[in-house]
């Protein structure tokens, strides 16, 4: 089955920075878009970031531009969030996301179980 596990989350000081690992199996990684989304407390969750199947094209959410990127390595059926220069607005639970089509269900979310980046001195 689709399964995704996140990891490298943790509590940072404002200016620092984590990089948060998202490790994929029962599909083919590589012919997906991969995607971070993150909830703060209250709030909706939100896109921060898509990349591409192969690499070649990333997005990015206003608030993360310059400071965030994202990164996969297909050999390892991996993503990354490299997150730096943290702010205390970037708190939130971050999850990995990927739409993916197995036969019989068609396309379907699947979202791994977050990882916890708190911001605070």
């Known amino acids: 089955q689709v399964q995704l596990v996140e990891s490298g989350g943790g509590l940072v000081q404002p200016g620092g920075s984590l990089r948060l690992s998202c490790a994929a199996s029962?599909?083919?990684?590589?012919?997906?878009?991969m995607s971070w989304y993150r909830q703060a407390p209250g709030k909706e969750r939100e896109l921060v970031a898509r990349?591409?199947?192969?690499?070649?094209?990333?997005n990015y959410a206003d608030s993360v531009k310059g400071r965030f990127t994202i990164s996969r390595d297909n050999a390892e059926s991996t993503v990354y969030l490299q997150m730096n220069r943290l702010k205390p607005e970037d708190t939130a639970v971050y999850y990995c996301?990927?739409?993916?089509?197995?036969?019989?269900?068609?396309?379907?979310?699947?979202w791994g179980q977050g990882t916890q980046v708190t911001v605070s001195s």
């Open positions: 996301y990927a739409q993916v089509y197995l036969s019989g269900t068609g396309f379907s979310p699947y």
């Open positions: 029962g599909f083919t990684f590589s012919s997906y878009p």
């Open positions: 990349i591409t199947s192969n690499g070649g094209s990333t």
